[in-house]
């Protein structure tokens, strides 16, 4: 039996229902799924050898070949909207209210960094450093736990995962789809 191992951010139905039906098992594959918290570790172990195929975001493996020289092929991009938002904590009322202070990432190379960055520049917060600054914290939950925490001060969420947030008194204070 040949394997072939799989690292994502998230259980996914398709593979769970091959597991069941028994798919993998008909074609002598043995399927080995790992969830991941970070696309820095998932993309660097990736390179490594650690993982033959990861699910990731195409942005991603771009940064990673492009600026990291890896040698890497997207082989399947669904079509979608990213559908983030900057949620940012109770006191932060305007971009101006971020400056100088602490974003919760994933990683600041990749991910839903880059449109955060667009939204950051257009509302005049140029400069990592002075402007504003990176924590890198991996995954969507730790990023909340980040905002909770008081760690961060804003970070890009799930349009689906901020209504426990917005509930708490947190604020979305924009879109990257828009």
């Known amino acids: 039996m040949d394997t072939l191992r799989v690292n994502t951010f998230g259980r996914a139905a398709a593979h769970d229902a091959a597991v069941q039906g028994g798919i993998y098992r008909a074609e002598s594959l043995d399927v080995q799924l790992q969830v991941t918290q970070s696309s820095k570790v998932q993309m660097q172990e990736l390179v490594d050898g650690v993982w033959d195929v990861v699910h990731t975001n195409a ?6 070949t492009e600026d990291r020289g890896a040698d ?3 082989v399947l991009a669904l079509p979608g909207q990213p ?4 949620v940012v904590r109770p ?3 305007t971009y101006e209210d ?3 202070k602490p974003l919760a990432v994933d990683a600041a190379e990749s991910g839903y960094v880059t449109p955060l960055r667009v939204l950051l520049r257009q509302a005049g917060l140029r400069d990592e450093g002075p402007d504003f600054t990176f924590i890198q914290v991996g995954a969507t939950q730790a990023r909340i736990d980040a905002l909770r ?4 001060y804003g970070a ?23």
């Open 72 to 74: 890497l092929l997207i």
């Open 83 to 86: 559908n983030q938002n900057l």
């Open 156 to 178: 890009m969420v799930g349009a689906g995962q901020d209504g426990a947030l917005v509930a708490e008194g947190f604020r979305v204070l924009d879109s990257i789809n828009r």
């Open 149 to 152: 925490a008081g760690h961060a």
């Open 91 to 93: 006191e932060i009322r």
């Open 98 to 100: 971020l400056r100088g």
């Open 59 to 64: 942005d991603n493996v771009y940064w990673w």
